[in-house]
């Protein structure tokens, strides 16, 4: 069934309901919980080192916030939990994430943004929904 259950997450409090399905769904199922944070490097080819260093040290801590979140939740529950911090392309670094530990299921939040946000600034969700074969679980977050 649903041994293998990733969670990605982006440190914002609304995925909290996407991180709570996947531990009611590795406890109902006796699976494990996978959460990775995807510090995404893309978009700053054009910037300084030195300001590159200080977005990339921002968003690392906040990954690791994020992380650290989801563990303390898992352990209130009881519920194995294996944690990573990547760096990349946030939706590559998810289905690379899945393919190389047999993920079963995807559990992921969306805001639901249409229009010129949805263009502006896309979606993980539907990109990782578009690029796998694995069953995606979609939690609507609010805002």
């Given at each position: 069934?649903?041994?293998?259950?990733?969670?990605?997450?982006?440190?914002?409090?609304?995925?909290?309901?996407?991180?709570?399905?996947?531990l009611d769904l590795a406890s109902f199922t006796g699976g494990r919980v996978h959460s990775v944070y995807v510090v995404d490097t893309r978009d700053y080819?054009?910037?300084?080192?030195?300001?590159?260093?200080?977005?990339?040290?921002?968003?690392?801590?906040?990954?690791?916030?994020?992380?650290?979140?989801?563990?303390?939740?898992?352990?209130?529950?009881?519920?194995?939990?294996?944690?990573?911090?990547?760096?990349?392309?946030?939706?590559?670094?998810?289905?690379?994430?899945?393919?190389?530990?047999?993920?079963?299921?995807?559990?992921?939040?969306?805001?639901?943004?249409?229009?010129?946000?949805?263009?502006?600034?896309?979606?993980?969700?539907?990109?990782?929904?578009?690029?796998?074969?694995?069953?995606?679980?979609?939690?609507?977050?609010?805002?």
């Amino acid at each position: 069934m649903y041994d293998e259950i990733l969670v990605p997450t982006d440190g914002s409090s609304e995925v909290t309901d996407a991180i709570t399905e996947a531990l009611d769904l590795a406890s109902f199922t006796g699976g494990r919980v996978h959460s990775v944070y995807v510090v995404d490097t893309r978009d700053y080819n054009t910037l300084s080192d030195t300001k590159w260093l200080t977005i990339e040290r921002d968003r690392t801590e906040l990954g690791e916030t994020a992380i650290s979140d989801v563990t303390r939740v898992a352990d209130e529950r009881d519920v194995p939990l294996e944690t990573e911090l990547l760096r990349g392309i946030p939706h590559e670094e998810i289905l690379t994430y899945a393919d190389e530990h047999g993920i079963d299921v995807i559990v992921m939040g969306t805001h639901a943004r249409t229009g010129l946000e949805h263009f502006l600034n896309g979606s993980v969700t539907e990109k990782v929904i578009r690029n796998t074969d694995l069953p995606v679980l979609v939690i609507r977050v609010t805002a």
